[in-house]
């Protein structure tokens, strides 16, 4: 069967967007592939119709659970039965069910620590796969050196001469990134399709501001006149509670999301959201990738991302329906201290590197740096990966050498937002392409009739409700 009638029998599209068609004769001609895809483009498509066309199992590592869940749910409304998330929500005997008949799905989504169980690995290696897929895959370049070592661990899987082609998918990745993927998945001679990264329809704002006592004033106002839906990008937990009980306090439907709530709570504010229950999500940088939510207007970063990469796949997420949607980006002076200090706090030092060394001579458990405190999960999980792989010195320099660059990063966001040319256009060149077309409404620079495009909020407020608002703006501005 074409696979046009393919398209048409299984998701009732008539026509391919653009990328998509070429991405999937590529896979079906048995090659590796990346395909940097902007958000909104059908990415997933890119694996979904050759299940099909092969008529084999497809494998997907996907980064995050509710990712999956949405996935999963995708796939489920095009009536696909034959799908499996294979991750940590299933209880023992569910797990034990799906590897025994792990063959009967079509579609199998799994994380990369799940990947690597040997349990897993084994009953994967007995089955004939169609394909692999790596989605998210600049998640390799941005976690798997210094946050989820797992990421690394899977190319390690993937080195064997019989596999089946593997797609690498993101929206956005320099050309660092795809040197990274490139090698840790080991892919032979990939396809590779770049789309242009722009977003025409996100319009870029950018507000300078003097303090954070002005942000919170300034957010509390915006909020106010304008609708979502939306999602305020914060540094951390505690202030992401801070403006969500703010937002509630004024009458906004609003939820905080971030990793202290467990994986299932973070499901159920990610479905609110999704069935538009929810107005706005106030959530640190762990909300949002891959979130299947069309209609977003608004996403406001209270702060400066950590990288240029996080502020081009959070902004990502809003307008994915084609109509209008508001970026704007908060800055005061001495954001990018905090940034840095942000971005390597859960770097092991070389005093770090030494203790590790010293524990093990001593016939000790280097674990134990891990339970006094001394270091967090994700820097143990880290420094433990790599002090197994390279000499003692040389771990040293990988972690100097990985603080630097997350400098270099923090800089280079600086001056994007200090920047007087079109923001759209240094976006875009970040990432070795060029503008096509500035739109109406461009940036900040450029020019922006905000009235133009912002939503505004139609429900009246009472003397009583905002009084009450004003007392909570003058606690949350005391808090911080």
Not at 22 to 44: C, F, H, W, Y
Request: aromatic share 10%.
């Amino acid at each position: 069967m074409e696979l046009d009638q393919l398209l048409h029998k299984h998701f009732g599209y008539t026509t391919f967007r653009p990328g998509q068609k070429e991405v999937i004769e590529a896979i079906l001609q048995r090659n590796d592939v990346i395909a940097l895809l902007p958000t909104g483009m059908g990415k997933s498509l890119c694996y979904q119709l050759p299940a099909y066309a092969l008529q084999k199992s497809v494998l997907i590592v996907s980064p995050l659970l509710s990712l999956m869940q949405d996935q999963v749910e995708e796939l489920k409304r095009f009536g696909e039965k034959r799908v499996v998330a294979l991750n940590s929500f299933l209880a023992p005997t569910e797990k034990r069910y799906v590897l025994h008949f792990l063959e009967q799905y079509r579609f199998i989504f799994t994380s990369p620590e799940m990947l690597l169980q040997q349990q897993v690995q084994e009953r994967l290696t007995q089955m004939e796969l169609g394909l692999i897929v790596v989605d998210e895959a600049h998640c390799i370049s941005q976690w798997g050196f210094d946050f989820r070592p797992d990421y690394l661990r899977i190319g390690e899987w993937f080195a064997k001469d019989n596999r089946p082609p593997i797609l690498a998918l993101s929206a956005t990745a320099t050309s660092k990134v795809v040197q990274d993927i490139r090698e840790t998945l080991s892919l032979q001679t990939p396809f590779e399709f770049m789309y242009n990264v722009d977003r025409p329809n996100i319009h870029l704002g950018r507000v300078l501001l003097e303090n954070r006592a002005e942000k919170a004033n300034w957010l509390m106002q915006h909020m106010k006149a304008t609708a979502g839906p939306g999602i305020l990008y914060v540094s951390s937990r505690k202030r992401a509670q801070q403006y969500c009980d703010a937002f509630l306090q004024m009458g906004i439907r609003t939820a905080a999301y971030h990793a202290g709530y467990g994986a299932e709570d973070r499901q159920f504010i990610q479905q609110q959201f999704i069935d538009d229950e929810l107005e706005w999500i106030v959530a640190t940088n762990a909300f949002g990738m891959g979130i299947n939510k069309p209609n977003i207007r608004q996403v406001i970063h209270e702060t400066m991302p950590a990288n240029i990469a996080n502020y081009m796949q959070e902004i990502g997420r809003a307008g994915r329906d084609g109509q209008s949607a508001l970026a704007i980006l908060l800055y005061c002076e001495g954001d990018e201290e905090l940034a840095k200090f942000v971005v390597t706090g859960d770097l092991p030092t070389a005093g770090h590197v030494d203790r590790y060394q010293e524990l093990l001579a001593q016939q000790g458990q280097p674990v134990s740096m891990l339970k006094n405190g001394e270091l967090s999960e994700t820097a143990f999980r880290v420094l433990d990966y790599w002090v197994q792989r390279e000499s003692t010195e040389q771990v040293k320099a990988r972690f100097n050498h990985l603080a630097l660059e997350k400098y270099r990063a923090v800089d280079d966001m600086h001056k994007l937002i200090q920047t007087k040319d079109c923001i759209r256009e240094q976006l875009v060149e970040y990432f070795g392409q060029k503008l096509q077309k500035r739109p109406e409404n461009c940036c900040e620079n450029c020019g922006i009739h905000y009235d133009k495009i912002k939503k505004v909020r139609l429900q009246e407020e009472k003397k009583s409700e905002m009084a009450s608002w004003e007392r909570r703006l003058q606690q949350l501005l005391i808090g911080m």
